[in-house]
């Protein structure tokens, strides 16, 4: 199947510092990448639609000034989270479809995720 | 918009079948697709229906009934390692929204 890889696995940061996430997909090109995150034995709970070459759709609810989204090229997402707080330590976990395998529409394939802590 | 409801736990016997029941919710119904999550891992895709009936893959099934907005994950042979939390999903536009998931603890 596609692979999804994710960098970092996780990191520990000081509240008001920003922190990068890269997701890559490495066997696909993926024109649409999404975002989730989760908190410990909740669900995923989608933050924004990431489009290669035009700007993330958010969610209601998201601060896209806080949560900024680039995708740059057909296999790399990046979220940034800027001027982290504590509130925002949680797993964010990136997935992208393959359209032309699978179930198509219907399947996303996931990254490891990353553990996000901020101190 | 889209809600989907299924129950939070779920125990069983090692060996044992269990049943993990989700009804839906949606403004224009694409097919239920279901997810596994072991603990501090990422969602792996398990199974999709897009039709009413079952869909076996090895020791698991899927169920779908669209008339009654209702689906199932059925694990067959239950093994320890099956301990792990299941998501239903449907799509909504071209994103996937995820069910709140059900945590299956397996007893020896």
């Known amino acids: 199947g596609a692979v999804v890889s994710q960098h970092p696995s996780r990191v520990i940061c000081k509240s008001g510092t920003s922190v990068k996430i890269e997701c890559r997909s490495l066997?696909?090109?993926?024109?649409?990448m999404f975002w989730y995150r989760q908190f410990p034995k909740k669900s995923l709970m989608l933050m924004a639609t990431?489009?290669?070459?035009?700007?993330?759709?958010?969610e209601q609810g998201v601060e896209k000034d806080k949560f900024l989204i680039n995708h740059a090229s057909l296999t790399l997402s990046t979220l940034t989270v800027t001027s982290a707080h504590p509130e925002d330590s949680s797993f964010y976990i990136c997935?992208?479809?393959?359209?032309?395998?699978?179930?198509?529409?219907?399947?996303?394939?996931f990254g490891p995720g990353t553990r996000l802590t901020v101190l | 918009g889209q809600s989907l409801e299924q129950p939070s736990e779920v125990t069983a016997v090692e060996g044992a079948i269990v049943q993990i029941n989700c009804t839906y919710q949606t403004s224009g119904f694409y097919g239920l697709s279901w997810y596994q999550q072991h603990d501090g891992g990422a969602p792996t895709f398990l199974s999709y229906?897009?039709?009413?009936g079952l869909e076996e893959t090895g020791r698991f099934s899927s169920f779908l009934s669209r008339s009654d907005s209702y689906g199932y994950l059925l694990l067959q042979e239950l093994q320890m390692k099956d301990s792990a939390s299941y998501f239903c999903a449907v799509r909504r536009d071209d994103k996937i929204i995820f069910g709140k998931g059900t945590r299956l603890h397996i007893l020896p």
């Open positions: 066997d696909f090109q993926a024109t649409t």
């Open positions: 990431s489009n290669e070459g035009s700007k993330a759709t958010y």
């Open positions: 997935s992208a479809r393959d359209i032309a395998g699978g179930s198509g529409y219907n399947e996303q394939f």
């Open positions: 229906n897009g039709l009413d």
